[in-house]
């Protein structure tokens, strides 16, 4: 029987690289002060000391060049993991992420795999401001070649992060930097968690929630406190952002009738839109007793004040009210 132990989200992500690296030599780190620092989030920890600096690659301040490198390799036939500080920075690497990783094995008829994983600590919380706070999984999502994983748990947390090492196609790896201390129970043997499966945190039968990372939390919390009024509700970990489980959502709405997308990215243009759209071409669409609920971030960048920080994207009493309005008609 598997030994199950209770680790931290990061303590699971590093449990997954050590891993990694010891099954596969091919296997190495690169990033901004991942090696004897540990990383920006202390999640690499260790491992330099473990795997030693020609595994462990500390890269200067210049995000495209590290990106860069990080797919030649892959290329080449190693299978680097890529970590940014804060997603936020991936946009200086937009170029070799979204037009050399993405692209490659379209543009070259299949002769060439990039098996590279980008890691990217995201969302809001911190007291980071609006240059390190974003969730930009849509932006990622929205390109063919790329594949988008994001967990809400320790145990998904290791185990996407080794399906997204084994994947032959580049891998975006999003972690929620106010769930690294979240903790959970986390089988000790490697394992990998489907890239492309989302997963049903709590049955219910008034509304269906679609959420991922720390608004699948949040979503079970409002969950709990609607049940006190009668209302349940079913919620969905998405898991995935490309490709989504249309199918998983697809039969929990035709069971609720009802649909609310939960996503800490803004609101317009963003997962929920695509979860919507998914849901209004399919046979659900005839199911729906009420208009889809959308509740996504505010049209501002991420305030630096805590208060206005937390006003910015959903909080546990936004989903509370949408929710009740939604299953009461009055949406």
């Known amino acids: 029987m598997s030994e199950v132990r209770e680790l931290s989200f990061s303590a699971a992500v590093q449990e997954a690289l050590a891993q990694a690296m010891e099954a596969d030599e091919r296997v190495f780190l690169m990033g901004e002060d991942i090696g004897v620092y540990g990383g920006a989030f202390q999640v690499t920890g260790d491992l330099?000391?473990?795997?030693?600096?020609?595994?462990?690659?500390?890269?200067?301040?210049?995000?495209?060049?590290?990106?860069?490198v990080a797919v030649g390799a892959a290329v080449a036939g190693?299978?680097?993991?890529?970590?940014?500080?804060?997603?936020?920075?991936?946009?200086?690497?937009?170029?070799q992420i979204?037009?050399?990783?993405?692209?490659?094995?379209?543009?070259?008829?299949?002769?060439?795999?990039?098996?590279?994983?980008?890691?990217?600590?995201?969302?809001?919380?911190?007291?980071?401001?609006?240059?390190?706070?974003?969730?930009?999984?849509?932006?990622?999502?929205?390109?063919?070649?790329?594949?988008?994983?994001?967990?809400?748990?320790?145990?998904?947390?290791?185990?996407?992060?080794?399906?997204a090492i084994d994947d032959p196609d580049p891998v975006l790896v999003f972690e929620h930097k106010l769930l690294y201390k979240v903790k959970g129970h986390v089988p000790a043997e490697m394992y990998r968690t489907p890239i492309g499966k989302a997963v049903v945190r709590r049955e219910g039968k008034h509304a269906t929630v679609v959420a991922a990372a720390i608004m699948v939390h949040k979503a079970l919390e409002a969950a709990e406190e609607l049940a006190k009024e009668g209302i349940d509700i079913e919620v969905i970990d998405l898991r995935t952002i490309r490709p989504i489980d249309s199918a998983t959502i697809i039969e929990?709405?035709?069971?609720?009738?009802?649909?609310?997308?939960?996503?800490?990215?803004?609101?317009?243009?963003?997962?929920?839109?695509?979860?919507?759209?998914?849901?209004?071409?399919?046979?659900?669409?005839?199911?729906l007793d009420a208009p889809i609920l959308r509740l996504g971030g505010a049209e501002s960048p991420i305030p630096y004040s805590p208060i206005l920080e937390k006003a910015a994207v959903p909080q546990t009493d936004d989903i509370v009210a949408g929710l009740r309005d939604l299953v009461k008609g009055r949406i």
């Open 98 to 163: 979204v037009n050399q990783a993405a692209k490659m094995r379209f543009m070259l008829g299949g002769k060439v795999s990039v098996p590279v994983v980008f890691r990217m600590p995201c969302g809001s919380g911190t007291g980071a401001a609006a240059q390190h706070s974003q969730s930009l999984e849509a932006w990622f999502g929205h390109v063919p070649g790329l594949k988008v994983v994001e967990a809400s748990t320790p145990e998904d947390a290791k185990g996407l992060l080794l399906a």
């Open 48 to 68: 330099v000391h473990r795997f030693g600096e020609d595994r462990v690659r500390d890269t200067p301040i210049a995000e495209l060049g590290g990106a860069g």
């Open 252 to 287: 929990s709405v035709k069971k609720t009738s009802r649909l609310a997308c939960v996503y800490e990215g803004v609101k317009t243009l963003g997962i929920g839109a695509e979860i919507s759209a998914i849901v209004a071409e399919s046979e659900a669409f005839d199911y």
């Open 78 to 95: 190693s299978r680097p993991v890529y970590e940014f500080q804060f997603s936020d920075f991936a946009t200086l690497a937009m170029e």
